[in-house]
């Protein structure tokens, strides 16, 4: 089978994607979206042959608008794009996840500062202000009082670009130190870890510490069931442990795993290309 990797820079984790479809046989067409141009009918040469194509590209935008133009072409991508527009944004993912009946952080969204304002004081201190659209944590902030919060929002509104005029706030979440990753294939998971952090951030990608997790049948069943709620794919699903049980902060649709191929004993990429192999037999078998 002839796999398109849709990239613009070959990270750890491409690097793993890469040589375990190789090792097995397959074709890869390697497509740098940098170098791209996207018509509207017809699909640039270097999707022709491709039987799959898989985004990994780096930045949102991209990722987002790619994989639109790969499906209008009628050639199969992973993610879909309608599972990239959700994730993309903090807002539809949450949106997406409470349509799901998915145990999801309380949020509000108001568009002017006041507003915002008005929503942070309702839920009290602390709580937090996400980008609606943004990974590895960045640029979240953890408000601890009303003059954090005017000064924040002020920043914001003056010198933010249009997507942080989207003033997301949410409950801060007493998640013990620590939250879960779970990488898992159309709600199958593959494997999971704890990320823990003396920081409230316990992302990887800022440090945390990673661990190898069990999940018990409450997450197993959140995992499937935020995945549905998003339209399914290759997805990683965070989740967070609270007195009341698990909540699901976010489903990420364009995944790192290589911390997780690190955490535990399982050999993600070995898994992620199953799943890439049957998803492809399946796109060859609907076209034939
Ligand atoms: N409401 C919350 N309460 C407490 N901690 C939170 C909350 N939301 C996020 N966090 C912490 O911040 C981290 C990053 O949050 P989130 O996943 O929303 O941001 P991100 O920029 O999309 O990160 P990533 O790229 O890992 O998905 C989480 O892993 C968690 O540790």
Redesign the pocket.
Known sequence: MNFGILYSRIRKDEKLLLSELRDRGHEVTKIDVRKQQFGLSEPPADFEDVDLVVDRCLATSRSVYATQFVDAYDVPVVNHPDTAGVCAD?AKNSLALVEGAVPT?ETTVAFTKDAAMDAIEEFGYPC?L?PVV?????L?AKIDSRTAAEAILEHKETLGHYEHKVFYV????D?GGE?IRVLATDGEPVAAMV?SSDH????A?KGAETDAFGLDDEALDLVERASEAVGGGLL?V?L?GTADGYTV??V?HNVEFKALNEATDVDVPARVVDWLETRAEQEQEVSA
């Open positions: 903090k952080p937090v996400k943004g990974s590895w944590g960045r979240m949410q409950e801060y979440v998640k939250d990320r409230w951030i316990t992302n990608a990683g965070d967070m902060h976010e990420n």
